[in-house]
């Protein structure tokens, strides 16, 4: 069992800067990839990153360079950090959590809105 609540969206400029976190509760929170996903208006849902339990990371081409997941297990947060934002990054960010065994994330926070906007 674990639940996720996002937090720090908001509306920025391009080529601005913003800091989600996702704040876990749950006593087993050390065992769970952790993942950031992002749902554009009229586009499905994607996985933008992802960290696993050894501390490997993923992105999407879209994203490298620009964006960092990281995780405080003490803190049972998980962050991500955008910069060089553009209007395609424009979406509902979503935390998601799956076990290291599953291949699909069967935990979700409830999202937060991203608008890049000048």
């Known amino acids: 069992q674990l639940q996720l609540v996002e937090s720090g969206g908001g509306l920025v400029q391009p080529g601005g800067s913003l800091r989600l976190s996702c704040a876990a509760s749950?006593?087993?929170?050390?065992?769970?990839?952790m993942g950031w996903f992002r749902q554009a208006p009229g586009k499905e849902r994607e996985l933008v990153t992802s960290i696993s339990i050894t501390g490997g990371t993923y992105y999407i081409d879209s994203v490298r360079g620009r964006f960092t997941i990281s995780e405080d297990n003490a803190k049972k947060t998980l962050y991500l950090q955008m910069n060089s934002l553009a209007p395609e990054d424009t979406a509902v960010y979503f935390c998601?959590?799956?076990?290291?065994?599953?291949?699909?994330?069967?935990?979700w926070g409830p999202g937060t809105q991203v608008t890049v906007s000048a």
């Open positions: 998601a959590a799956r076990r290291a065994f599953s291949a699909q994330y069967a935990y």
């Open positions: 749950g006593r087993t929170f050390n065992q769970f990839n």
